[in-house]
């Protein structure tokens, strides 16, 4: 398996409230994504990150905000929680662009009340 | 014009059936089309991959077809096992795109 791990993994919290996500990679890995994960709607691209500080948006980035100082950690915060943002949250790493396959983590459940 | 087109959203069959799942997209610059196999829990984690330069590829009881003609491509699962309950994702990109387009998902449900 390839070596990233999320935490926390399981999450509550209450609307309003700040929250942090994150991912830790092993691999040295450029490209960094996360995604959330809702019934219905499959995997939406929240943000990614093609090197160290150096960030974009996916398709449902607003409400999120994402940070990458070293190689091997991509954060992501919730500024202000809504129940909207209720999902599993998913990080993935790549060696590179495009047809290159992706790693996923275990997921990180969050519920906002 | 990114998005890829994922049916049905869930699928019961019989054990020893096949399974098939289809994707459809709109890109014709897309040229990787992997499926990603995700159990409940989990990580999606990757199945198979294929690229336009073949109409379909074979990796022991899982198989790729892939028009290119039609946009379409899909995923047959032979002889399946309760083993192989799942949720599978399409996807597809483009060599220089930064990201994956994931198809909705399809929940299999391989009964005994």
């Known amino acids: 398996d390839a070596g990233i791990t999320q935490s926390p993994r399981h999450k509550v919290t209450e609307t309003g409230t700040p929250v942090t996500l994150r991912c830790h990679q092993t691999?040295?890995?450029?490209?960094m994504y996360w995604y959330r994960q809702d019934p219905g709607h499959g995997l939406r691209l929240i943000h990614y990150?093609?090197?160290?500080?150096?960030?974009d948006k996916g398709e449902v980035s607003d409400g999120y905000s994402v940070s990458r100082s070293k190689t091997e950690d991509f954060l992501l915060t919730l500024e202000s929680a809504t129940s909207s943002q209720t999902s599993v949250y998913f990080c993935?790493?790549?060696?590179?662009?495009?047809?290159?396959?992706?790693?996923f983590g275990p997921g990180t459940r969050l519920t906002v009340t | 014009q990114q998005q890829v087109k994922q049916s049905p959203q869930s699928l019961i069959v019989q054990k020893g059936g096949i399974s098939i799942i289809n994707c459809a997209y709109e890109?014709?610059?897309?040229?990787?089309f992997p499926w990603y196999q995700q159990f409940p829990g989990k990580g999606p984690a990757l199945l198979i991959a294929?690229?336009?330069?073949?109409s379909e590829k074979k990796e022991g009881r899982f198989t790729i077809s892939f028009n290119k003609s039609a946009k379409q491509f899909s995923l047959h699962i032979m002889d399946s096992q309760p083993g192989d309950s799942a949720t599978y994702f399409c996807?597809?990109?483009?060599?220089?795109?930064?990201?994956?387009?994931f198809g909705t998902g399809t929940r299999l449900l391989v009964s005994p």
């Open positions: 890109n014709t610059a897309f040229d990787y």
């Open positions: 294929i690229r336009p330069d073949v």
């Open positions: 993935a790493i790549s060696e590179d662009r495009g047809s290159y396959e992706q790693y």
């Open positions: 990150s093609y090197g160290v500080k150096d960030t």
């Open positions: 691999e040295n890995h450029r490209y």
């Open positions: 996807a597809a990109s483009f060599t220089g795109f930064q990201k994956l387009v």
